[in-house]
Every structure is written in C-alpha cells, then in structure tokens.
Nanobody, 127 residues
Framework: QVQLVESGGGLVQAGGSLRLPCAASGGTFSSYVMGWFRQAPGKQREFVATISRDGGHTYYADSVKGRFTISRDNAKNTVYLQMNSLEPEDTAAYYC????????????????????WGQGTQVTVSS
C-alpha cells in the first residue's frame, strides 16, 4: 500500500511558476509509474503528466506541454511537477497517483491504470 502526499500548491500570478512535490511512503517507489492529474471546479479530473519507473520516459497533456515538467527522485521517493508560465486555466486541485508496473519504461495516461492517489493540493492562478 502506497501513501502519497502532495504539497507546494498555492496562489500565483499568471506567468509565474510553482513546483509540486509528491512524497511516497509504504511501498517500493521505483516499482511505480507516477502521474499527475488535475481537477478544476465543475470539471472532470484530467491527465497532466506521467513518468516511467526509471524516469527515462515522460508524456504530457497537450495543454501543458512545453510549460510543465515531471521528474522523479527514486532515492527520495518523490515525484515533482514543475509548472512554468502558469495560466488562469491551470487553476485546479492537483493530484499525484501511482501505478504498479513490471515495465521500466512504461507510462500511463489513463486514470484507470492508477491504484493509489494523494489527497491533492490546490493551485490557483490569478490573471
């Protein structure tokens, strides 16, 4: 059983940056594909980014490509989401998630693949 705790959210002006860490405990972190999702008020939760077990493969939603970067530090059991050039449309609760996999280079962008979720951290971007 993996426990995930996100942090780093807050209020930022448009054009600003935030870095969201997600700390994992209770499992073998390097055995999991990690992902970030977000949910804006009144909208369904949507995929943001994912990273493979070894960190060598990443995949992004078109809406954040070129602005957001996902990374992981398996020694620290932590995955990060660096968010640059933030826009008001990025306002949402951000969730990290973990998906067990046998494949070192696998990545997942569908919620159904993820077994474990954090409680979320709120990001608000003002215009």
């Amino acid at each position: 059983q993996v426990q995930l705790v996100e942090s780093g959210g807050g209020l930022v002006q448009a054009g600003g940056s935030l870095r969201l860490p997600c700390a994992a405990s209770g499992g073998t972190f390097s055995s999991y594909v990690m992902g970030w999702f977000r949910q804006a008020p009144g909208k369904q939760r949507e995929f943001v980014a994912t990273i493979s077990r070894d960190g060598g493969h990443t995949y992004y939603a078109d809406s954040v490509k070129g602005r957001f970067t996902i990374s992981r530090d398996n020694a620290k059991n932590t995955v990060y989401l660096q968010m640059n050039s933030l826009e008001p449309e990025d306002t949402a609760a951000y969730y990290c998630a973990a998906a067990p996999t046998l494949f070192h280079s696998g990545i997942y962008y569908r919620e159904v693949n993820y077994n474990y979720w954090g409680q979320g951290t709120q990001v608000t971007v003002s215009s």
